[in-house]
């Protein structure tokens, strides 16, 4: 029998209280962004705005509902990054039809079947009105209009009655539902009035729950995840600033052996992509902290960084020629340091780091050696759609690779001119394995055969181009590790569930690491 939007008894419309809905949004108990929702009725419309503050930029949303049927009318949302530019997205609602604009796109979908639309955007608020959108239309599955550069349909299925540990914290008396997009099941804890206490997302160890109500912090709101402890440094480790060739100021931090004899063979640490932090922080893991523990423990002085626009560093997140700049930048106060030795100077770049260190050996020609750690082999689109449509299939995949080859095209066009864009425009046409064939220097590969953000597959690609060009590389590859070379134990689910709980490298990357660049640096 098709849906109806059938208007209900206004108790049914009302449960949902009035007030303000303040959530910590958490990876593995690390908190990566927090959210407040605030709920208010009026006589024509009920009115629900969401502010997301995150480590890389804050998003304002506003979404308009019929006061009788909950029917979305209207979406808006601004995204302001941290460097201060802006991108806004407009979206009317007018039965099926989806009307979308946002700077120069202007765009349309009709949602097909006949189950209620909601406007969603992987933020907290498209759970926390699920059990009122859900309680108002009686319906089983809810049509999904995704926002993600541009708008995609997908399905949300209800399950109304999941089987479930109730989470740490969640009061005795909620209820839970399940709802399944894109194969990821979320588990939504709920009262009776439908405020929603907390959001478990397993496959993505992922989690959104109520820490305050109306200003009223939540007592039972679970705790966050700490780090794993790193082992006893042997080296003082001193914050530091430098100055980029455009006079961007930059802040690190320096690791200098406490033992042995200076000067010390230095190393820098180029990050991956997106606003990081000098310890390349995910969830509750510090990447490049536990990096340069383990290499000045080895002997090594190391140099990490805020990227630009990020943390306490200065300027605006960076184009690709902005962070080889910085790269460069960090190079030279390395060398400059009475404790390390200009002649024995090495680069460790992970990830978008992996693509960017052979484009710095090329240009600075005085490198001892690189490391590229989990380094892009193929084209930046190439990468993202391959990462953007991972386990869809059918006219799923096709729908979402549509998408986002539109708003990738539209980026190489030069007709998106936020932040993000503009480092994206940068790096599209970047061939890595053109870049690889030209470094003068040796160099070491290292990759997780379980990484599913740069497919070990794709990775014969770049030691072909290196080596056919009679480059010197090394490859060493580790059959359990991730992308952040996390080992995972036999049987584990592929599903990032790791970058969320607290972990600790594997050290057989960091004994094959150091000992290369020990027998290099001699």
Known sequence: MPFTATPPPAARATLLPDGAYAYSIRQGGGE??????????????????????AKSATIAVTRTFDPLTFVMRRYHATTTALGGQQATADITLSGRHVDVSGGTEHYALTMSGDAPVLVGDNLATEFAILPELLDVTHANSVALAQVSGSVIALDMAIDRHPAQTR?????????ALAETTAGVTAFVWYRVNDVVDDVEVPAQGASIVLIAENG???ASAAPLATPVPLPPAHYTATDITFTSSDGTTLAGTITVPDRGTAPYPGVI?????????????????KIFAQLANALSNAGFAVLRWDKRGCAKS???FGTRDQLIMDATAALQ????????????????????????????????????AIVLMAPPALPLDRILLQQY??????????????????DLDAIKAGRLHDRWSLWLQSSLAVDPATTIARVPCPMLILQGEKDLQILPKDLPRLVAAARDAGRDVTVHTFPNDDHLFISLADGQPLDFREYWTPNALDPRMLEALTQWLADRSR
């Open 167 to 175: 989470p740490k914290g969640v009061p005795s008396d909620d209820v």
């Open 269 to 285: 640490l180029v990050h991956g992509s997106g606003c990081s932090d000098r310890d390349e922080t995910i969830g509750p893991n």
């Open 333 to 368: 106060f390395l060398r400059a340091q009475k404790t390390v030795d200009p002649k024995r100077t090495f680069a460790i770049g992970h990830s978008e780091g992996g693509e960017l260190v052979p484009s710095l050996a090329v240009l600075d020609n005085a490198l001892t």
């Open 32 to 53: 990566v962004a927090t959210s407040t929702i605030t709920v208010s009725r009026r006589d024509d419309a009920i009115v629900i705005s969401e502010a997301v503050v």
């Open 314 to 316: 200065g300027g605006t």
């Open 216 to 218: 009223h912090p939540i």
């Open 389 to 406: 449509t991972r386990g869809m299939s059918g006219q799923e995949y096709a729908s979402a690779y549509a998408a986002e080859k539109s």
